[in-house]
């Protein structure tokens, strides 16, 4: 088959297709069209040069590229392609060797249009935005967390200590950095043990409900060992790098966090690698989807207005992706039964800037601050007592500074940041 059978202008996508769209740059001398049918070509069942097996079964399964709008190309894909329920070998296909190709200078895999049949494969979810307000029965404001500062470098005892003193000034969770797992001056067992001890000590002097997003990011057999020993201690939750940990490891630990009745929070590190060059890779849209497939239960999205790159509108598509039943942006995406995913918002986070995430992404969304709480000039506890007096004040329809007039604590980080945007 040549590369331009591929293309079938005009082509409406069945209801069993995957449908992707990518943004291509074809390399010199390459028209779009050509480059379109290649890349549906390589991702599919196509090849280079003529091959004696072609018949009409084959041809079928094969991708058509059916509508290009300027650099955009969505390409339809057969359900047949795709084994169920194993989202490396359909990575493998739309996100594969097309990268390599020599055709195209840049290539970026925008979004990702799930069929019924794929998504009925995958189990999604397990607590999703309601289930997971109702382990800290919160049903009205956005949920808080923190980092411990510096984000590596302190001793189970430090860590622990940190947590207690966020929790004590209000905040629902304490969060481990995606890049501590077990470290010599931070043994996991140790920082467990530790803060859960102290997460019971300050919910008996709060009443609050308060929880701990433990990183167990490892070897698959060891994220599992380390969920039951999270189990074990009390906790609610495990936290997940999830790209650096594989899809194929996520779904592993999904399931064994449903026998275990624990959330998965999901850390994006090295998203950037895939989605920061506009016109190459993967977007943290399709980064999106495929871990709401795969049922994670929260996921960071950016700020917006905080020190890491997250445009407005990239947070909006990932939100839609993420809460709605019914997802409108981009290629859209009817989700059918697959719980929701809490958005997390984090990254360069201050109590001045809580009005500006509210306002852009409401109050179904995880608010999470590390400098912005432990740099408060009278330390953690006031740092955590300051974001939940801006969260109210938010609701309350108040200014800050009117707010802060009676409550310390915002007036002193207020005077400490301001307003200010982290770079």
């Not at 390399?27 to 379109?36: D, F, L, N, V, Y």
């Not at 003529?50 to 059916?66: C, E, M, P, Q, Y």
């Not at 919160?138 to 207690?164: F, I, N, Q, W």
């Not at 308060?210 to 380390?226: C, D, F, G, P, Q």
Request: with cysteine.
């Amino acid at each position: 088959m040549s590369y331009i059978e591929f293309v079938h202008p005009g082509y409406t996508p069945s209801k069993n297709d995957l449908v992707c769209l990518f943004r291509i740059t074809p390399a010199k001398g390459i028209s779009m069209r050509e480059a379109a049918g290649r890349v549906a070509s390589e991702s599919s069942n196509g090849t280079w040069t003529d091959v004696s097996l072609h018949n009409t079964r084959i041809v079928r399964l094969g991708a058509k590229a059916f509508e290009t709008k300027g650099d955009f190309v969505k390409i339809a894909y057969p359900v047949g392609l795709f084994e169920k329920n194993n989202m490396p070998q359909i990575l493998s296909s739309i996100a594969g060797n097309v990268f390599g190709m020599k055709a195209v200078d840049g290539l970026r895999l925008e979004d990702v249009s799930w069929p019924k049949k794929i998504l009925k494969s995958f189990r999604g979810p397990q607590f999703g935005i309601r289930g997971i307000r109702k382990i800290f029965r919160v049903y009205d404001r956005p949920l808080t967390a923190t980092v411990p500062k510096p984000k590596v470098g302190m001793t189970s005892g430090e860590h622990a200590r940190t947590g207690y003193e966020a929790w004590m000034g209000g905040l629902d969770l304490l969060k481990d950095d995606e890049n501590l797992s077990s470290q010599n001056f931070n043994k996991f067992e140790r920082r467990v043990e530790k803060s859960f001890r102290m997460r019971d000590l300050a919910e008996k002097k709060t009443g609050g409900i308060k929880s701990y997003l433990v990183n167990v990011s490892a070897e698959t057999k060891e994220m599992i060992r380390r969920a039951r020993f999270v189990k074990k201690h009390g906790g609610e939750y495990v936290m997940v790098d999830a790209i650096t940990a594989g899809w194929s490891a996520v779904q592993t630990l999904r399931d064994e966090c449903e026998d275990l009745g624990l959330a998965i929070h999901m850390h994006r590190a090295m998203h950037a690698a895939m989605d920061r060059n506009p016109l190459h890779g993967i977007s943290m849209l399709t980064l999106s989807t495929i871990s709401r497939l795969v049922g994670v239960d929260q996921l960071h999205i950016g700020t917006v207005v905080g020190k890491l790159v997250s445009p407005k509108d990239e947070v909006l598509n990932l939100q839609d992706k993420l809460v709605n039943k019914k997802s409108k942006k981009v290629l859209g995406q009817n989700w059918e039964n697959l719980k929701s995913v809490l958005p997390v918002s984090s990254g360069g986070l201050h109590p001045g800037l809580i009005p500006d995430v509210m306002k852009i992404m409401g109050r179904d969304i995880v608010i999470q601050a590390g400098g912005g709480i432990h740099g408060h000039p009278d330390g953690t506890r006031a740092g955590a007592t300051a974001l939940l007096q801006a969260i109210e004040a938010v609701m309350e329809n108040v200014s800050l500074s009117h707010y802060s007039k009676n409550h310390a604590e915002l007036r002193k980080a207020l005077e400490h940041w301001g307003h200010v945007k982290p770079v």
